[in-house]
Nanobody, 115 residues
């Protein structure tokens, strides 16, 4: 059973920075993808960024140049460094881990950016 736990959300002013962390535990596939998604009220989950176990990355156009996803494979942890935050980045951010036999989501962490 694979589980993921997010941390690092909070309240920040526009232009500020936050770093989210997501730690996976359990039977993690050697080849896997971990990523961050966000969901604002009334809107479907939106991909923010993903990273493979080989460290290939993918970003939503809206966050390119501002957010950086990285991972520590030894710790099965993925990070999302968010810089130059905007009020429209306000959302619940979810971590997702996908492997050969699993596809799990975390419970989410709130990020609020004030103007």
């Amino acid at each position: 059973q694979v589980q993921v736990v997010e941390s690092g959300g909070g309240l920040v002013q526009a232009g500020g920075s936050l770093r989210l962390s997501c730690a996976a535990s359990g039977s993690i596939s050697s080849r896997n993808v971990m990523g961050w998604y966000r969901q604002a009220p009334g809107i479907q989950h939106e991909l923010v960024a993903t990273i493979t176990s080989g460290r290939s990355t993918n970003y939503a156009d809206s966050v390119k140049g501002r957010f950086t996803i990285s991972r520590d494979n030894a710790k099965n942890t993925v990070y999302l460094q968010m810089n130059s935050l905007k009020p429209e980045d306000t959302s619940v951010y979810y971590c997702r881990a996908t492997g050969s036999l699993y596809d799990v989501w975390g419970q989410g962490t709130q990020v609020t950016v004030s103007s």
